[in-house]
């Protein structure tokens, strides 16, 4: 329960926390500035005996025979190399936007066989490709991983987080840079596009951009869409001070996030409900298993027996009652869900209650 007001407290402090300004380079990104994904498949070696079981990944095999054969070591026909410091993994990245040959990118390493942990390993050099097919960076090094796992010889594991995924930082160079023509050398308008729709917060960038530039400069297309009409000279320096204006974003739609897995429950700050009561009670059933043992008297030609007998027994926990008034704000909420001495789970059962009964003035979103 103590945990309870301190997340509710904590996320009522953030919630009714006042608006303030932020910059456009947090809430909207120039059109065609962007990452590119790219993936790879590769082999990670030094394993301490928790590489890929080679009998049932043959994949790994494979590769590491063709991988021996480019450096000039040839196995036999037939023979396959039963290793357990070798595994099969995935490697993906992202090439960021205006990234140059010979910079450095981070990489994630995750096993694709049956490797126990990926603990110690190296791996060896691979190319990433993007989705042309055209290789961009070529990763290499050793792993850092953060899980770690521990099994015994009756089949007994634990493992904490995940030990067969890793990363590299700086784990690859650059080998090609994506074929872009960037904003400062473009001709023409300037196209933001915002972060989250919301016409609020566009109008707003509008009239922040207008004030220091000119009045006309910029337009909303929509409530994602604004176009900017960069002023002759240094595309770049316009950029730059057009990012660094400060704008009062609107304020986010009433929502209600609840995980129904977790019973996690998120409210915004606009949440509001109607009149409405809630009633909040428990009831406990227990039921206890136990065994009479009836014996015969001595010498006596009886047998004995044992009779089972249960017990239930049911108690209803004091119920109560808590009146929301019209126009309930989120911090009566939460005082008022704290009252009744609401468990997580029950919290998520009281907003669905309301949000059946229109009471509830927000978009309830279940994950």
Not at 105 to 131: C, E, F, H, Q, Y
Not at 315 to 332: C, K, N, Y
């Amino acid at each position: 329960m103590k945990r309870l007001l301190l997340a509710t407290a904590a996320l009522l402090a953030c919630a009714l926390a006042p608006a303030h300004a932020e910059r456009i380079k947090d809430l909207a990104q120039v059109a065609g500035v962007r990452g590119n994904p790219l993936v790879g498949y590769g082999l990670v070696v030094g394993l301490d005996g928790s590489g890929d079981r080679t009998s049932q990944t043959p994949f790994t095999v494979q590769s590491l025979k063709s991988l021996l054969a480019q450096l000039g070591v040839t196995i036999p026909p037939g023979v396959n190399p039963q290793l357990k410091n070798v595994a099969a993994v995935a490697i993906n990245a992202e090439l960021p936007a205006f990234a140059k040959p010979g910079q450095s990118i981070d990489v994630t390493v995750s096993s694709i066989g049956n490797a126990g942990s990926l603990r110690g390993g190296t791996l060896l050099m691979t190319p990433l490709k993007g989705v042309d097919g055209q290789v961009y960076a070529i990763a290499q090094g050793n792993l850092i991983v953060g899980g770690f796992g521990a099994s015994g010889r009756d089949g007994s594991r634990i493992s904490v987080n995940a030990p067969n995924g890793g990363s590299i930082p700086n784990g690859a160079i650059v080998e090609r840079a994506v074929a872009a023509i960037p904003p400062g050398a473009q001709t023409g308008n300037v196209t933001l596009n915002l972060n989250e729709a919301d016409f609020t917060t566009a109008a707003r960038i509008v009239a922040a951009i207008d004030r220091a530039f000119g009045a006309g400069r910029a337009r909303a297309l929509d409530g994602v869409t604004i176009e900017v009409s960069p002023p002759a000279g240094d595309r770049i320096g316009f950029l730059a001070a057009l990012e660094s204006l400060e704008v009062d974003p609107g304020a986010a739609a009433a929502k209600v996030i609840v995980n129904a897995r977790t019973g996690t429950v998120v409210m915004g700050g606009q949440v509001t409900v109607l009149p409405a009561a809630v009633a909040h009670g428990s009831l406990t059933v227990t039921i206890t298993e136990s065994a009479q043992v009836s014996q015969p008297e001595a010498f006596g030609r009886g047998q004995t027996v044992v009779a089972p007998q249960s017990e239930i027994s049911a108690s209803t926990d004091g119920s109560h009652m808590v009146m929301f008034r019209g126009g309930t704000s989120l911090e009566d909420i939460v005082r008022a869900v704290n009252a009744v001495g609401a468990a997580p789970g029950d919290i998520v059962a009281i907003l669905e209650a309301l949000k059946q009964a229109g009471a509830l003035r927000a978009e309830l979103q279940v994950i």
